[in-house]
């Protein structure tokens, strides 16, 4: 059992300019802040329910930008505020996961 019904942890990591890419350079924390008051709108920032943090690196910059939602374990890229609220309405409300959206859950092979 969790804590929260739902964790939403996004990339917000910010490496130098020139170092290799990274999920804030693609909108993350604006994501993020989009999907905080978006949340909060739907009234599920109960103690409880859904919880919407930043991380760290989450070493998946190069397929995203990228959040991951727990206890369920999904990831999931995005490009624009529409996909953030697919995520929410489909995946965080009505419990399905966003396929097209979605990341693999196993690492690429090394190659």
Request: glycine share 8%; proline share 9%; net charge positive.
């Amino acid at each position: 059992m969790s804590y929260y019904e739902h964790h939403l942890f996004f990339c917000n990591n910010q490496r130098p300019p020139g170092a290799r890419t990274c999920c804030n350079d693609k909108g993350a924390t604006q994501a993020r802040d989009h999907a905080k008051a978006r949340i909060a709108q739907l009234r599920l920032n109960a103690p409880g329910k859904v919880r919407v943090n930043q991380a760290g690196c989450m070493e998946r910059c190069e397929e995203g930008p990228c959040l991951a939602i727990y206890p369920q374990g999904v990831w999931y890229t995005f490009r624009d505020k529409a996909d953030i609220d697919e995520i929410i309405d489909r995946h965080v409300v009505g419990g399905q996961i966003v396929e097209r959206l979605r990341l693999p859950d196993a690492p690429p092979p090394k190659p």
